[in-house]
Every structure is written in structure tokens, then in C-alpha cells.
């Protein structure tokens, strides 16, 4: 408890008055840890649910030589279609596809051929610098962060996403 007191005199009488005010701290000590606690917590689960992705174009870019570079650009059709595509100075070196399949084993296949892409750039001593990703409005949010990680298994690490843009005739209220 806090007092405070307020002398002086009340009115125009000659007697004085006590107005001591007890204010009640615990309510006050109460939402304040609680405000701290929040905050610990908060920041905690902020950091563990955080990607780490470096920028792959732009400012933050490497400093590389353009000829020893290699880029690999993935473009989901659908959930159950993707494109791969391998370039090198801008010419096309290896490009597949997979259709058809299920979101997981879409996932297993590009894994087996990004596999089989690495170890064929290591003998050569090249690896991929940048990966870009083009989501299609189709594919789930799940889906893009499970591939982003089959691509983090095989040591690719500058992804980038391309946002999927609105067609014509389609509003932003419908996405």
C-alpha cells in the first residue's frame, strides 16, 4: 500500500483535515509482470519461428562473377506440377519437370533431382547461388515452406520468391 498525504486545510474553517489517499499497488505490480512475461514470451517464439533467407539479387547481393554462377529457378504450375529450370550466365543448362503427382511425392522428386543437380555441379566444383521461387495462387503456404526446406536439405540457401501476381480481370479481395 502507498500513502499519501495532502495536508493543507479544507474550506475556510480553521480545522485541518488528514486526506491521506491509500493507493493499492498490487493490481498495478500484477499487470505489469504479467506485461513482462508477455513480452519474454513473445519475443522468444518470434525468433524460433523466424526463416532465415539471405537476399539473393539487390544490394545484400554477393559479389560473383556472372559466368560462375549458377541459378535454378522453380515455377509451380499447380500443387501438383512444377518446372525446374538450371541456368548458367543466363543460358539454360538442365530443365525437367514433374506433373501429376501428389504434394509430397512433388516434393520426394524434386529432393531426388536436386540430389542428383548438386552432385554433378561438385564435380565440376560449382554449386547453385540462387534459387527463385514462383508460386502459383494454387499451391498452399505449407507446401512452399516444405519445399523451401527440401532446398535448405540440399545446401541451397539465397531463395528467393517471386509473389504471384493478380491476372486480369482479378481483384486483390478474391486472393
Known amino acids: 500500500m502507498a500513502n499519501a498525504n495532502m495536508g493543507g486545510s479544507a ?12 493507493v ?21 517464439w518470434t525468433q524460433l519461428g523466424s526463416v532465415q533467407v539471405k537476399q539473393a539479387n539487390g544490394s545484400e547481393a554477393a559479389a560473383t562473377a556472372v559466368e560462375k554462377t549458377i541459378d535454378l529457378e522453380v515455377k509451380f504450375v499447380s500443387s501438383s506440377e512444377a518446372s525446374f529450370t538450371l541456368k548458367k ?15 509430397a ?15 554433378s555441379l561438385a564435380k565440376e566444383g560449382l554449386k547453385v547461388n540462387t534459387v527463385m521461387l514462383t508460386p502459383a495462387q494454387s499451391v498452399a503456404y505449407g507446401q512452399l515452406i516444405s519445399f523451401m526446406d527440401v532446398l535448405r536439405r ?5 531463395i528467393g520468391v ?3 501476381q493478380p491476372t486480369v480481370g482479378e481483384s486483390h479481395a478474391s486472393r
Open 11 to 22: 474550506g475556510g474553517s480553521g480545522r485541518r483535515r488528514s486526506l491521506d489517499a491509500e
Open 24 to 44: 493499492n499497488l498490487v493490481p498495478f505490480i500484477d499487470l505489469l509482470s504479467m506485461c513482462i512475461c508477455f513480452l519474454l514470451m513473445t519475443a522468444v
Open 89 to 103: 550466365a543466363g543460358k539454360v543448362l538442365k530443365q525437367f519437370k514433374a506433373n501429376g503427382l501428389s504434394p
Open 105 to 119: 511425392e512433388l516434393q520426394a522428386r524434386a529432393d531426388t533431382e536436386l540430389k542428383s543437380v548438386k552432385d
Open 154 to 158: 540440399n545446401e541451397m540457401v539465397n
Open 162 to 164: 517471386i509473389p504471384v
